[in-house]
């Protein structure tokens, strides 16, 4: 059992309030999931990755709107997640590149493919733009586990699970029409990633309207005595309902992409708190240039010297000339006591490195 959405959600989404209308929004759900899919297949990923990925991607959009978010990026954002939650992990470069060639591969002018059979060009990872769509799928994330509540453990029950039980205990004629009755519930099963049923049906209910919708694509009779679906505690009316809104993604136009933006989106780079001011600094509105803040303090300076009286001036140029007589008076006597040393350390040098001490006469031959 999982959490389902609220009804008043379903039919008044934040999308809803924004302006865009029910068949652009569901547009847009259904390209997402689609762009998911394909990207699980380039990027090697089980299938239940993906679906992990387009249940958070369907539930964040009733949470928040299409005109805040970019459908393209919370796509990868959501995939990006899945990989952490199902424990295939790629890395973020990985996931935008492929984004990348996806959205390169779907260019249209003039009705026709850009890249129709030609490479698409690579998106290259020391690009500003590979920096910035990096950071959207960083900004994305957070906001998909602020708008989940961080519970995203319980999205990870899927129909899929279910069907091959369900078609198992059905115990049918051969094995080949087991197996065929699986193939066709599991192709449905796939489908229903477009639309937000996991948003708003228990997995198992998903699982046997698919079985039901299998059953009659084959023309394939399936137990009524007891009912089989009462089996798997399934609801008759419920079924149909899941069956209408699974049958009607087929009549959907080729999807391709569909701006959105009604609303100003959010910057790439916005702090999760906000910096408090601080007291007691506040600073001029608007900042002054360096060259004005150059002139302001020259203009102080000069001011500031104009503001000393002519006195003042006179006492401190004879302070300053009185300092730098004495430096020359001391200069100089440095000067004549340098050459007198000078002097008797050439004259020493001429005699000799010392004088000679005086012999001493021995005391015997002194009379006295």
């Known amino acids: 059992m999982v959490a389902l959405v609220p009804q008043e959600l379903l039919t008044n989404t934040p999308s809803r309030e924004h302006g865009i209308s029910r068949r652009r929004e569901r547009l847009l759900r259904s390209f997402g999931a689609e762009l998911i899919l394909r990207a699980v297949v380039l990027l090697r990923l089980p299938q239940v990755t993906g679906c992990t990925a387009a249940a958070i991607f369907q539930r964040f959009f009733f949470r928040r709107s299409f005109a805040e978010f970019d459908v393209q990026a919370t796509a990868a954002a959501a995939l990006f997640l899945a990989c952490k939650l199902e424990e295939t992990q790629r890395r973020v470069r990985d996931v935008i590149v492929v984004f990348h060639r996806l959205q390169m591969r779907a260019l249209v002018e003039d009705g026709e493919a850009v890249y129709a059979g030609s490479p698409v060009p690579a998106l290259s990872l020391d690009s500003h733009e590979f920096a910035e769509a990096k950071q959207e799928v960083a900004s994305a994330e957070r906001h998909i586990l602020r708008a989940l509540g961080f519970a995203v453990a319980g999205l990870l029950e899927h129909p899929h699970k279910y069907v091959l039980q369900f078609v198992k205990s059905l115990r049918l004629s051969s094995d080949w029409l087991s197996g065929e009755l699986a193939q066709q519930a599991w192709s449905y099963l796939n489908d229903s990633l477009r639309t937000p049923l996991c948003c708003s049906h228990q997995p198992h209910q998903i699982a046997t309207a698919g079985i039901q919708l299998a059953a009659r694509r084959m023309g394939l009779k399936l137990p009524q005595e007891p009912p089989w679906w009462e089996v798997f505690d399934a609801d008759p009316g419920e079924m149909a309902e899941i069956a209408r809104l699974l049958t009607a993604v087929y009549a959907l136009p080729s999807l391709q992409y569909v701006s959105a933006g009604t609303k100003e989106r959010r910057p790439l780079r916005s ?69 007198k040393k000078r002097v008797v350390r050439l004259a020493l040098g001429a005699l000799g490195s010392r004088p000679a001490a005086p012999a001493q006469v021995p005391l015997a031959g002194i009379r006295l």
Request: some cysteine; aromatic content about 2%.
């Open 271 to 339: 702090p999760s708190t906000p910096f408090p001011d601080t007291p007691g600094t506040p600073l001029p509105t608007p900042l002054p240039s360096p060259a004005e803040d150059c002139r302001s303090s020259s203009a102080r300076v000069v001011r500031r010297e104009s503001s000393l009286d002519e006195s003042r001036i006179g006492e401190l140029l004879g302070d300053g000339d009185a300092r730098a007589d004495a430096g020359r008076s001391r200069s100089r006597s440095r000067s004549r006591s340098a050459g």
